[in-house]
């Protein structure tokens, strides 16, 4: 099926930025990257971090509070990419906060939180979804240039 454009792009927030690995930036250039999707805003709850954010995205809007971000009725996506041990407590706060959800793996902790995080995705409705990038693993890799090499598949 062709791609077809939205009549709107899908607003977007990452809440954390992070102190090391850049993976909050790195979410942030491939939500840029989608036609589709605009980023909106950036939270961290370390002032510094999102100093930092705000000078590599000076176009978005930082914050450190959470909720601030949640509050906005203009955000419809949250990618979570904060320590995994919070990950389900923002998952649950975005969901109830009406909005979708993409969090970096491991999704959470326990069993018991991700039964919790899927069941609240679908009582309010929402997109609950895990990322687990593997694009730049060497095996992926091979097999991108095997493929555009036109030795197999299209």
């Known amino acids: 099926m062709p791609h077809t454009s939205l009549d709107s792009p899908v607003r977007c927030a990452i809440i954390g930025y992070g102190p090391i690995f850049n993976w909050g930036w790195v979410h942030a250039r491939w ?3 989608v036609a589709d999707f605009s980023l909106a805003a950036i ?3 370390d002032p510094g971090c999102a100093v930092r954010a705000r000078y590599d995205f000076p176009e978005v809007d930082t914050y450190t509070d ?3 971000v949640l509050a906005r009725d203009d955000i419809d996506l949250v990618t979570v990419v ?3 041990n919070t990950h389900a407590s ?7 906060a009406g909005k979708h959800v993409v969090v970096d793996k491991p999704m ?6 991700a039964t919790t995080m899927i069941d609240t995705a679908e009582k309010v409705d929402k997109t609950l979804a895990v990322f687990h ?3 730049h693993d060497g095996n992926v890799r091979a097999i991108k240039e095997v493929i555009e090499q036109g030795r197999i598949g299209e």
């Open 31 to 33: 939500i840029n990257a």
């Open 43 to 45: 939270c961290d709850k």
């Open 108 to 113: 959470c902790i326990s069993v018991a939180e």
């Open 66 to 68: 959470l909720h601030e």
């Open 133 to 135: 990038n593997r694009r």
């Open 90 to 96: 923002i998952v649950l706060d975005c969901l109830n």
């Open 82 to 84: 904060t320590p995994h």
